[in-house]
């Protein structure tokens, strides 16, 4: 199973990007996005270190809430 985690974008350097998503901070690659980079400020799904698609915040937001209960029922 694969589990990307919605980031929101602080700074961008290049194709790097400076993400945080409930108080973690990551660099996170553009790369996979150069036909339609995103700006800081923006929501984007992040899967093993790639940002792999733009999102907007409410997807963001229900994203965070789903797997907080998903935790939560399984005791994390």
Known sequence: MCLAIPMQIESIDGFTARCQAKGVWRDVSLFMMQDTLPVVGDFVMVHVGY???KID???ARTTWELLDQILEE???
């Open 51 to 53: 940002a792999i698609q």
């Open 57 to 59: 915040e409410s997807d």
């Open 74 to 76: 399984n005791g994390a």
